[in-house]
């Protein structure tokens, strides 16, 4: 298990979770809340998730891989039915193995925050050396400047009481999505990168296959609906 950091003293910590500190940020949450114990299991899951993917497409390579890896590689990050070319097979397992070393890190930490807003998560980058700065890191992404440019640092990966309370699905997803802006700087697109929750279609269309091989929200659900594809759990 990650540390987890709580916005509230009232959260209860998910069995095998360590609290490192309590973690104080915005609104503190509704007496009584608590962290459903899934959390752990949403975490684990993105984990296993990863791990799966990865495993399958290092074993198979590109001409090997199965259905199930290009039915939601195609959805996903809309690459041929006949699967990914070699070039994208690339980016995908690149950005999926520096998540998984990322993930795995004894370092890691997830901040818990209320879920003021709609964000489901985040995860910041910072600029410089400042103890504010150093006191979000955790063992992940370094960016090293060039020339005059600043160095930047991603910060802790963020998870909001919704995210976390959504189904595991979801919640893994989340897990997988953040993941990969800390530790592969995968972006967001607005509407067009995100998926609805229950039917996990894009919530507006025009995402391009280039936007799509950079996508967290992509990233998130070909981890999550391979693993679950593989090991015939349910997809929604
Ligand atoms: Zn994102």
Request: hydrophobic residues 30%; charged residues 20%.
């Given at each position: 298990m990650p540390k987890l950091y709580f916005s509230g003293g009232n959260l209860k910590v998910p069995?095998?979770?360590?609290?490192h500190v309590q973690y104080s940020y915005g609104a503190v949450f509704k007496s009584g809340e608590t962290v459903r114990e899934g959390l752990a299991d949403a975490i684990n899951e993105g984990r296993l998730a990863l791990d799966a993917i990865i495993t399958h497409m290092q074993n198979q390579g590109l001409s090997g891989v199965n259905d199930n890896f290009k039915r939601w590689a195609t959805r996903y990050?809309?690459?041929d039915n006949a699967g990914p070319s070699q070039e994208e097979f690339n980016t995908i397992l690149a950005v999926l193995k520096l998540t998984n070393a990322g993930v795995n890190n004894a370092g890691l930490s997830i901040k818990v925050y209320s879920s003021?807003?709609?964000?489901r998560g985040y995860v910041t980058t910072y600029f410089g050396n400042s103890a504010a700065s150093k006191s979000h890191r955790t063992p992940g992404m370094y960016n090293p400047g060039e020339g005059d440019m600043k160095s930047g640092v991603k910060g802790d990966i963020h998870m909001s009481v919704g995210g976390i309370k959504a189904k595991q699905l979801i919640s893994a997803k989340l897990f997988v999505h953040e993941a990969t802006h800390k530790f592969a700087n995968t972006a967001d697109f607005g509407e067009k990168g995100y998926t609805n929750d229950?039917?996990?279609?894009?919530?507006?269309?025009?995402?391009t296959k280039e936007q799509a091989l950079m996508n967290a929200d992509s990233y998130g659900r070909l981890a999550v609906h391979f693993y679950r594809g593989e090991n015939n759990m349910a997809q929604w």
């Open positions: 069995e095998g979770g360590q609290v990050m809309l690459v003021k807003g709609s964000s229950g039917t996990g279609a894009f919530r507006e269309s025009g995402l």
